[in-house]
């Protein structure tokens, strides 16, 4: 079954660049699913931020949409977020993703990474 | 986008039955039949436990069951367990091309 592990800075300054990557193993990410990320606030519900297919098509959330690039490297069979100007309210934990298409199921889970942004 | 509307809360005795809404609108409960439900547990990612409405992957009790109704989706749990104690999380594609969450609901086994 698909693998998933994020991975990147936990910690990042306000203003800045949040950037994770995603490996993926025993899954080609040419062969089909949309690669995608979701987050989850501290004590919170979640969040579905984006995704990426294959080919390189985008779909994003509204309200994070401007600050949002989900790309994907073929030849590294990984993914990639960034979002750019964070603040304290983007702190949460990131989880990368495998979601069918018409985004019917998210079907495999990262273990996530914790991303808290502070000076 | 706003979130699918879910209960905060339920609980349930070992044995019972329970039943979790997920209410939307017709631009996503009520417009597609892409209303999946995922479980977490405290400190792990979620689990996919319904798709499609009502249908489990591979491996998922068939103590749960989905189904839904115009612009409210369900998942009941039957004869409940404790390990049933978890988050309950709904989700849904929408007319925007987005994926809408719930708000969750936290189940207790009493």
């Known amino acids: 079954q698909v693998q998933l592990q994020e991975s990147g800075p936990g910690l990042v300054k306000p203003s800045e660049t949040l950037s994770l990557t995603c490996a993926v193993s025993?899954?080609?990410?040419?062969?089909?699913?949309?690669w995608g990320w979701i987050r989850q606030p501290p004590g919170k519900g979640l969040e579905w931020i984006g995704c990426v297919y294959h080919t390189g098509g985008t779909y994003y959330n509204p309200s994070l949409r401007s600050r949002v690039t989900i790309s994907v490297d073929a030849s590294k069979n990984q993914f990639s977020l960034k979002l750019s100007s964070v603040t304290a309210a983007d702190t949460a934990m990131y989880y990368c993703?495998?979601?069918?298409?018409?985004?019917?199921?998210?079907?495999?889970w990262g273990q996530g990474t914790l991303v808290t942004v502070s000076s | 986008q706003s979130a699918l509307t879910q209960p905060a809360s339920v609980s349930g005795s070992p044995g019972q039955s329970i039943t979790i809404s997920c209410t939307g609108t017709?631009?996503?409960?009520?417009?597609?039949?892409?209303v999946s439900w995922y479980q977490q547990h405290p400190g792990k990612a979620p689990k996919l436990m319904i798709y499609d409405v009502s249908k489990r992957p591979s491996g998922v009790s068939n103590r749960f069951s989905g189904s839904k109704s115009d612009n409210t989706a369900s998942l009941t749990i039957s004869g409940l367990q404790a390990e049933d104690e978890a988050d309950y999380y709904c989700s849904s594609y929408t007319s925007s091309s987005t994926l809408i969450f719930g708000g969750g609901t936290k189940l207790t086994v009493l």
């Open positions: 993703a495998t979601i069918q298409l018409w985004f019917r199921s998210v079907d495999y």
């Open positions: 017709s631009s996503d409960v009520g417009g597609y039949n892409y």
């Open positions: 025993a899954y080609s990410i040419s062969s089909g699913y949309y």
